[in-house]
């Protein structure tokens, strides 16, 4: 296994903090991805990241009538953005890829190119965006079997807690996934706790009465901060409360307003799962070009991530590290056995929502 990311998402005894980005325009060069990585690890240097998520954009043809708010646009490969970012960051990141999109031999080249190459390690594995289309590429199955043999790379998959309440079965699903090795799922945004909240108690409920290990979930949020955004967001499936639209779009400052009540969803997801058993972790998705809108994504992460520390009980705090001219910047570290510690320089107190302080790792 790699001593990076890939053992972070899969070590369930600490929580895993991500920050997903979607990349550059495709055909961009490699002088303009460079500098879009930089001004992007530049403004995300304070935040204690283990890691990025790089985004796979596709059209989505089929998954719903409505009208795309924001135009398609083939964007860069995203495991190739991904070897980008570590070189210029020092951080990984874990690649989403849809694995229906191409054909079969086509995704085989893609993949030895992703981990041979690029050397990405940690993948995301999507279907196809509407189960009425036919698609050429492998299945989730087959992908899953080419990366188990692969032991220097690991896999998760998406979840969307609004199935479960459409269907009552996405429990069984994480279960049936985690069967073909996948080691952790990704949520989709959250604007509504309450999916999640069932998901979350009955998938650690069915992994109880199974005697088997539930696999992380990372809960995803990100800011809105204009009624635009907020169209594109439920374009994308994800489910808005009528009340909670409002209440954003009818705030004078719209992205804090969204940032307040994404934080008050998080915590409440996670009072009211204390005890499922089920690890947990938090994405912050930055997919906007507006600066208000970015810089809200930072907040909230800062947030959902002091959240999610002081949840586990124990004390932890953030420390800062001076690095060399040129030098990469690396994931932080929680004291995990065998770690090496950082040199710190000096410990920011802890930004907790409550106030204390906490027992984590290094900062970016």
Known sequence: MDCGLVDALCDYSRPVFLFGLTPPLDGATDEALRETARKFVERSATLATDGFIVYDIQPEEGRTPEPRPFPFRKLDDPAHFASVLK???????????????????????????????????????????????????????????????????????????ERHIKKGNEHETLVRKAGLGMRWFISQAIYDPEPMIKLLKEYGALCREKKIEPKRVVLTFAPCGREKTMRFIKWLGVTVPEEVE???????????????????????????????????????????????????????????????????????????????????????????????????????????????????????
């Open 87 to 161: 070189d210029v960051s020092g951080k990984e990141s874990v690649v989403y890829k849809c694995v229906a999109e191409s054909d079969k031999g086509g995704f085989d080249k893609w993949l030895k190119a992703s981990i041979d190459e690029h050397g990405v390690h940690a993948y995301n594995l999507v279907g196809g965006a509407s189960s009425a289309n036919q698609y050429s590429g492998p299945t989730i199955p087959e992908v899953a079997k080419m990366l188990n043999a692969r032991k220097e790379c690991a896999h998760g998959g998406v979840t969307i807690a």
């Open 246 to 364: 409002k209440e954003i779009l009818e705030a004078e400052n719209k992205v804090g307003k969204s940032v307040d009540l994404l934080c008050a969803m998080c915590k409440r997801i996670l009072e009211e799962t204390k005890g499922c058993g089920v690890p947990l972790g938090v994405s912050v998705e930055s997919v906007s070009i507006f600066k208000n809108e970015i810089d809200a994504a930072h907040e909230l992460f800062r947030r959902t991530q002091s959240m999610l520390l002081d949840f586990l009980g124990e004390p932890w705090l953030v420390q800062y590290k001076i690095v060399e001219k040129g030098a990469k910047r690396t994931s932080f570290d929680y004291g995990a056995k065998g770690s090496p510690k950082p040199k710190t320089v000096a410990a920011l107190p802890s930004t907790s929502e409550k106030g204390g302080g906490g027992g984590g790792g290094g900062g970016g």
